[in-house]
C-alpha cells in the first residue's frame, strides 16, 4: 500500500504560478506510473497530469503547456508546476498512482481568483 501527502496549494491570482508537491509512502513508489488529479465543486476527479517510468509526460488539453510534471524517486516525490494559472484550475489537487489505484490523500486546495 501507498499513501500520499499533498501539499503547495493555495490562494492565486489569474496568471500566477504554483508549485504542489506530494510525498509517497512506500518503497515501491518507483515502478508507479504517477498522476496528478483534480477534482472542482460539482464535478468528477480528473486526471490533468502523467508520468510513466522512464519519465514520458502527458497532459490534459486544458493544462497542456500550462502545468509540468515531474517526479523525483529517491524522495518519493512527485509535483506539479502550475503556471499562467485560471480560474478555471481552481480545485482539490491530489496525486496517485495513474489509475487511482491507492486510497486518496487529503488533497490541497488551489484557489485562482483576483
Known amino acids: 500500500q501507498v499513501q500520499f501527502v499533498e501539499s503547495g496549494g493555495g490562494l492565486v491570482q489569474p496568471g500566477g504560478s504554483l508549485r504542489l508537491s506530494c510525498a509517497a509512502s512506500g518503497s515501491m513508489f518507483g515502478i508507479y506510473d504517477m498522476g496528478w488529479f483534480r477534482q472542482a465543486p460539482g464535478k468528477q476527479r480528473e486526471l490533468v497530469a502523467s508520468?510513466?517510468?522512464?519519465?514520458?509526460?502527458k497532459y490534459a488539453d486544458s493544462v497542456k503547456c500550462r502545468f509540468t510534471i515531474s517526479r523525483d524517486n529517491a524522495k518519493n516525490s512527485v509535483y506539479l508546476q502550475m503556471n499562467s494559472m485560471k480560474p478555471e484550475d481552481t480545485a482539490v489537487y491530489y496525486c496517485?498512482?495513474?489509475?487511482?489505484?491507492?486510497?486518496w490523500g487529503q488533497g490541497t486546495q488551489v484557489t485562482v481568483s483576483s
Open positions: 496517485n498512482e495513474v489509475r487511482g489505484f491507492f486510497s
Open positions: 508520468i510513466i517510468s522512464g519519465g514520458i509526460t
